[in-house]
Each structure stands twice: as C-alpha cells, then as structure tokens.
C-alpha cells in the first residue's frame, strides 16, 4: 500500500524546535520530490518548502526561509522537515506530498494539485 505517513510534531514554545519526518511506504521515495505543506483551519493549504528526488534542489517559501531546512535520506525513505525559531504563526497541519517528475521540473510547481501522494498530517502547536 502506497502510504506517505508524518510524524514529530507537537505542543512547542515559541523560539523551539521541531523536527518533522516523512515516511514513504510502498513505493521508494528516491524518484519522487517531496513538498511540505502546512494548512490552518479556514484557510488554504500553503506550501513551505520541497525537495528533489536526489536532495540536491531545495526551495523555500518567504514564511519559512531561514528557519527551515528540508533533507532527506532516499536509503530509508524518509525526509524531514527541520524547524527552529518556531513563532505561533506557524501553527498548523503540516503534510508532506510527493510527486514524480523530469528532474529539471522538480519543486517548479508547490500548488497542491500537483502532487499525487498525501500524507495524513501532523499537528504543529507554537505556543506564546
């Protein structure tokens, strides 16, 4: 069964740390880039970061650039999301979601739609 499963998050204090992982079952991740998303209640999902399938293309959005770092490790089907500075804006669902693509292609596009494999979330809470 083709599964993208999240994990790591938590209740956190503002200026913490967090450290999200994603982990593909069924199908190996190395062809595949894999985006970070994060969506709040009553607003759209927003992407935050993504990585290509051989980690040698990161991206970053505005909102996290400086604060994240996206890597992954293709041997165990994994990648993760590493977050400091972590302020209460930042609560939210976070997913991972991958997609298959030209290598060229990777991370061009981070709308929702363009990537096939979800996750099914995890809960990042930034307390003041």
């Known amino acids: 069964q083709v599964q993208l499963v999240e994990s790591g998050g938590g209740l956190v204090q503002a200026g913490g740390s967090l450290r999200l992982t994603c982990a593909g079952t069924?199908?190996?991740?190395?062809?595949?880039?894999i985006g970070w998303f994060r969506q709040v209640p009553g607003k759209e999902r927003e992407a935050i970061s993504c990585?290509?399938?051989?980690?040698?293309?990161?991206i970053y959005t505005d909102s996290v650039k400086g604060r994240v770092t996206i890597s992954r490790n293709n041997s165990m089907n994994t990648v993760y999301l590493q977050m400091s500075s972590l302020k209460p804006e930042d609560t939210a669902v976070y997913y991972c979601?991958?997609?298959?693509?030209?290598?060229?292609?990777?991370?061009?596009?981070?709308?929702?739609?363009?990537?096939?494999?979800w996750g099914q979330g995890t809960q990042v809470t930034v307390s003041s």
């Open positions: 069924g199908f190996p991740l190395k062809y595949y880039a």
């Open positions: 979601a991958a997609v298959r693509a030209p290598k060229e292609f990777e991370c061009s596009n981070l709308q929702d739609h363009a990537f096939g494999f």
């Open positions: 990585i290509g399938s051989d980690g040698t293309k990161t």
